[in-house]
């Protein structure tokens, strides 16, 4: 059974950096889909960022694309959200997802993943 715990997170002001984590313990085999997701006040959740472990490609969404990056440390089954140049449209509780699977594919539904972080909030004033 896989589960995710999230860290990192926090208030800060506009312009800064945050990491935000996800350990997951489980098996996660190569192929399979990590994403972060972030829900606002009222809003649906988006997706932010995907990755296909064991080296498969990163996708974004356009509105975090070139301040965002995904990445994974595999021998730690860790999950990493580095987060630049926040802006406050950023504020949102953001969620680390899985797909275990062998389909080197990721998909941007949120009703497509089982296991989910706790959610961590990340507020940026401006």
């Known amino acids: 059974q896989v589960q995710l715990v999230q860290s990192g997170g926090g208030s800060v002001q506009a312009g800064v950096s945050l990491r935000l984590s996800c350990a997951a313990s489980?098996?996660?085999?190569?192929?399979?889909?990590m994403v972060w997701f972030r829900q606002a006040p009222g809003q649906e959740r988006e997706g932010v960022a995907t990755?296909?472990?064991?080296?498969?490609?990163?996708d974004y969404a356009v509105s975090v694309k070139g301040r965002f990056t995904i990445s994974r440390d595999g021998a730690e089954n860790t999950l990493y959200l580095q987060m630049d140049s926040l802006k406050p449209e950023d504020t949102a509780i953001y969620y680390c997802?899985?797909?275990?699977?062998?389909?080197?594919?990721?998909?941007?539904?949120?009703?497509?993943?089982?296991?989910w972080g706790q959610g961590t909030q990340v507020t940026v004033s401006s």
């Open positions: 489980g098996y996660i085999p190569s192929g399979s889909c």
């Open positions: 990755l296909v472990t064991g080296g498969g490609n990163a």
């Open positions: 997802a899985a797909r275990v699977s062998f389909l080197y594919h990721c998909y941007w539904s949120s009703s497509e993943y089982r296991h």
